[in-house]
């Protein structure tokens, strides 16, 4: 387990890094062609979908995607506040608020 | 570091919530520390928590961490000729502190100023406060996080900060294709090992996003020839 999570930290560290440094340190000498530019526009959304979906929907090993699914409420709600006051502190707070809700319930 | 000062409400609020989601996922505290501490990518951290407590092999962890810090190659294409003239190290120290929102000071102000003089120390200081500010917050937000009992369900609200980032991607034609796409295939096959479900969700949503980016592209060209004709 410990030096499983000193190679996840590792890794992480590279990954990231190369990410963020890589092209500022290789200089003019590599041109993204449009084509890989719009693929790396687009992959931090697919990456995020893919692991933000399931941790949503899947509830104790199965899909439940009605709204008896606190997780899903939740996120709805969540998603709803953002896009009408664009404030990432008031989507975290509602969402937990219905979760804690569901709970309580 | 002035320049840096409007974000850090975000970046508080950003820090506690990654610092509390990771030991509430079960990360040990001192891997949290150590993870908070080195790999300073708060999304990258965030989003591959449900894989590190799943016990995934480290090299999927990494690859996840990768394409979900993929902007930063984007970012750092259009850093790199404001800093090519600096020495390696320095570029290497300057790639290191990147965020998301001083990427996007720093552009603003040399669209309005061009090659400004001391801009690399100008950047360095708004990134060192944004790195101060999370590393102070995510270390209260692990420490804090021992505290709460796990029936609070707290690491939830890691995940509703990666929709808070996911959204705006989302209001493009081309960012819902691929969210659209790659969502339902990584619930469908969430079972496959080595999350081969996560990659080919992945895959087949940017091939999507990219297909509608063309597409669009090419409506916009057709548009502007006709404009073109008629005038």
Same mark, same amino acid.
């Given at each position: 387990m410990s030096i499983n999570m000193l190679l996840v930290t590792v890794g992480m560290v590279l990954a990231t890094f190369m990410t963020r440094a890589a092209l500022l340190l290789a200089g003019q000498r590599f041109k993204l062609s449009p084509r890989v530019e719009a693929a790396l526009r687009y992959a931090p959304v697919c990456a995020l979908a893919v692991l933000i979906v399931p941790e949503v929907v899947v509830q104790a090993g199965t899909v439940n995607v009605s709204l008896t699914n606190p997780r899903l409420a939740g996120a709805l709600a969540a998603a709803a506040f953002f896009l009408w006051k664009r404030s990432m502190v008031g989507c975290i707070v509602v969402g937990m608020v219905i979760v804690v809700a569901f709970r309580l319930a | 570091m002035r320049a840096a000062l409007p974000a850090a409400p975000g970046v508080v609020a950003w820090g506690l919530v990654t610092g509390v989601a990771m030991v509430k996922s079960g990360l040990a505290v001192h891997w949290a520390l150590l993870i908070s501490l080195l790999v300073y990518a708060g999304s990258a951290q965030l989003a591959t928590l449900p894989l590190i407590v799943a016990g995934q092999p480290f090299w999927i962890v990494a690859l996840a961490a990768f394409v979900t810090n993929l902007r930063f190659v984007i970012y750092s294409a259009s850093l790199r000729r404001w800093f090519e003239a600096f020495s390696l190290r320095r570029r290497a120290v300057l790639g290191y502190f990147t965020g998301d929102f001083t990427f996007a000071m720093f552009m603003d102000r040399v669209r309005r100023? !061009?090659? #400004?003089?001391?801009r690399d120390a100008w950047f360095l200081g708004a990134c060192g406060f944004n790195w101060l500010v999370w590393q102070v917050t995510s270390i209260v937000g692990i420490l804090a996080a021992t505290a709460?009992?796990?029936?609070? !369900?707290?690491?939830f609200a890691g995940t509703l900060a990666l929709l808070a980032l996911a959204i705006p991607l989302c209001l493009e034609w081309p960012g819902l294709a691929g969210a659209a796409v790659a969502a339902p295939i990584a619930v469908l096959a969430? !079972?496959?090992? #080595?999350g081969l479900g996560l990659f080919a969700g992945i895959v087949a949503g940017i091939c999507a996003a990219v297909a509608v980016d063309a597409l669009l592209a090419r409506r916009k060209a057709t548009a502007q020839h006709q404009g073109d004709e008629l005038s």
């Open positions: - | 100023e !061009g090659e #400004f003089a001391h709460i009992p796990s029936e609070w !369900g707290l690491q969430r !079972g496959l090992p #080595f």
